[in-house]
């Protein structure tokens, strides 16, 4: 289990403690211990005790806990009061806009246990009479209901990820005489994916063996040696069980989405029992292509005519662009964050807080940021040759405008220009304040374009070939911001920003040194996009940077 999963307990049990309205004081302490677990500054998995119940914030306490979740993949506290609560109560803290406060109303007070009662209670009108909710509150309730409903049953990769490699790691220490290869939409890197899916030569009946003694566990069989299982509160398993000869046919059979391989086999036969799967796009002549970009027709056709290009990787990434630190919201100081970005074989760190607009997250006033600017300028003598840029996430306000007159946009080396506030809004007006921050000389980058959180917000409404054009046209680079939950803007769009000759930047948006990992995902996500090194911002040299921002203000300054 990665950090992640170990502190979606925690707050699983403060939001539960919550709803049935046991002791707050408890219920924040393992809110708490859930946000500094997220904070960790390695895997705990790597941790021995002493380090681990020494880490800020953790403690014995929660120390022992994490041992627990562990070696038991359970925590006993959580384990009970998930029995003391109905599955369409819990369901309800899947809803945007619905906290535990409110979900405990809706359960002691209206009497309402499933998702199905409250949505036609909301359709009724009942919840916008409730004290506390109102129409808006309602209207946003059954908004969610309805993209919960579609989203049911994904999971984010970066939650998978490691819990397949954890079963694939399992199955072949128990079995290691058979093959278990991980396939479908996790091989492939998809952001969201349904199940972990596994191609094995095991039989199905050691397959049954295995995971029918778990409790409340459904084992389902489909035709063509397919198994589903699904255990309770873990993503789905598929395994797709073969002959030892046929597994590199399976493996390719299932890697692929549905448009590929109907369009792969529609041109090419593929071979019953191939040696590896390389050999099946040697047999055709074909130049191999990666998983992660197994998902379009015409990555087939290209195939065929050139070699692909040299995606990026994780170690491409040269500097951390797009950080925050205490000076807004962030958990580190920028000193902190610049000697471990050195440490990491980093080059530079640009760090972008949050602009004035941001008062919730103590965005900077233009004192500060001058402030911050000699702080800068001091740690830059101290670290060189490793450098710290000036830079600001500026809040892309209701009309456009960025945050910041120009006298104070003009002390930055580069501006972030992104859109916090008033996400919900017509395709129109979208456009409008996009349109604006790209026109406006001073941005550099355009940070997360949609503002998608990915199965719990949809984000505004974007033109995006349009963006890419006008990005193209005002040499504005688009973020790829890494986060897990963000992974915006959406790998479908890279290769036309890059045909339109648009640069594109991994960024992790980190808020803190651990947060700098998400560059891992971002790069993921960046390959299935066909992303190569050359067009990323953020794999450029310190010189190459550097270079880059003085050009780049020349030719602004030009227009
Ligand atoms: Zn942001
Ligand atoms: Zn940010």
Redesign the pocket.
């Known amino acids: 289990m990665n950090n992640y999963e170990i502190a979606d307990h925690f707050a699983l049990l403060s939001k539960l403690m919550d709803i049935h309205g046991e002791n707050s004081f408890k219920s924040k302490s393992y809110s708490i211990a859930a946000y500094n677990i997220e904070k960790l500054p390695r895997e705990i998995a790597e941790m021995d005790d002493a380090e681990l119940f020494a880490s800020k914030g953790i403690g014995d306490s929660t120390g022992k806990k994490i041992r627990e979740i562990q070696g038991t993949g359970k925590l006993d506290v959580l384990e009970k009061i998930l029995a003391a609560t109905p599955p369409g109560v819990l369901e309800m803290l899947q809803i945007k806009g619905l906290g535990p406060k409110k979900i405990a109303v809706i359960w002691k007070e209206m009497a309402i246990e499933t998702l199905g009662e409250l949505e036609y209670a909301c359709n009724e009108n009942r919840l916008a009479a409730v004290k506390g909710f109102g129409a808006k509150t309602q209207d946003s309730v059954l908004q969610s209901i309805t993209y919960y409903r579609q989203n049911q049953g994904y999971h984010l990769w970066a939650e998978v990820e490691n819990t397949a490699k954890e079963l694939v790691a399992q199955l072949s220490k128990a079995f290691p005489q058979n093959k278990f290869i991980l396939t479908g939409a996790i091989r492939r890197q998809s952001e969201v994916v349904e199940f972990v899916e596994i191609v094995s030569d095991l039989s199905r009946d050691e397959v049954v063996k295995q995971f029918e003694p778990l409790p409340d566990t459904v084992i389902e069989e489909e035709p063509n040696n397919r198994l589903t299982v699904r255990i309770p509160n873990q993503p789905a398993i598929k395994f797709y069980l073969c002959d030892a000869a046929a597994i590199w046919h399976t493996v390719f059979m299932t890697t692929g989405s549905d448009e590929f391989l109907a369009y792969f086999i529609s041109k090419y036969k593929v071979p019953e029992i191939p040696e590896s799967e390389e050999a099946i796009f040697r047999e055709h002549s074909l130049s191999y292509i990666p998983p992660a970009l197994r998902e379009t027709e015409g990555i087939v056709d290209r195939a065929a005519v050139h070699t692909m290009s040299e995606l990026i990787t994780p170690n491409d990434i040269k500097g951390i662009i797009h950080s925050h630190s205490t000076w807004s919201d962030g958990m580190d100081t920028i000193e902190k964050m610049a000697k471990a970005a050195r440490d990491q074989g980093l080059e530079y760190l640009v760090i972008s807080d949050?602009s004035q607009a941001a008062y919730y997250a103590n965005g900077l006033s233009p004192e500060r940021i001058a402030a911050q600017h000699q702080e800068i300028d001091a740690l830059n003598e101290k670290l060189a040759p490793f450098k710290i840029f000036k830079s600001i996430?500026a809040d892309i306000l209701g009309d456009g405008s960025l945050d910041y007159s120009s006298s104070v946009l003009n002390t930055f080396d580069l501006v972030i220009a992104?859109v916090?506030s008033n996400l919900k809004m017509t395709l129109e007006k979208a456009m409008d304040r996009i349109t604006a921050a790209i026109h406006n000389p001073y941005t550099t980058i355009l940070?997360?374009p949609t503002g998608r959180l990915l199965l719990s917000r949809e984000g505004y409404p974007v033109d995006h070939k349009k963006i890419i054009d006008m990005c193209a046209a005002y040499d504005v680079v688009i973020e790829i911001?890494a986060h897990p939950k963000r992974l915006d803007i959406d790998w479908r769009w890279i290769e036309y920003a890059m045909e339109k000759g648009v640069l594109l930047s991994i960024d992790p948006?980190a808020h803190s040194i651990a947060g700098f990992r998400d560059v891992y995902y971002g790069v993921m996500t960046a390959q299935k996009g066909g992303l190569t090194p050359g067009h990323n911002l953020s794999s450029y040299t310190l010189q190459e940077f550097e270079t880059f921002l003085s050009g780049y203000r020349t030719k602004k300054e030009a227009k």
Do not use: C, L, P, Y
């Open positions: 949050h996430e992104s916090h940070g997360h911001n948006d």
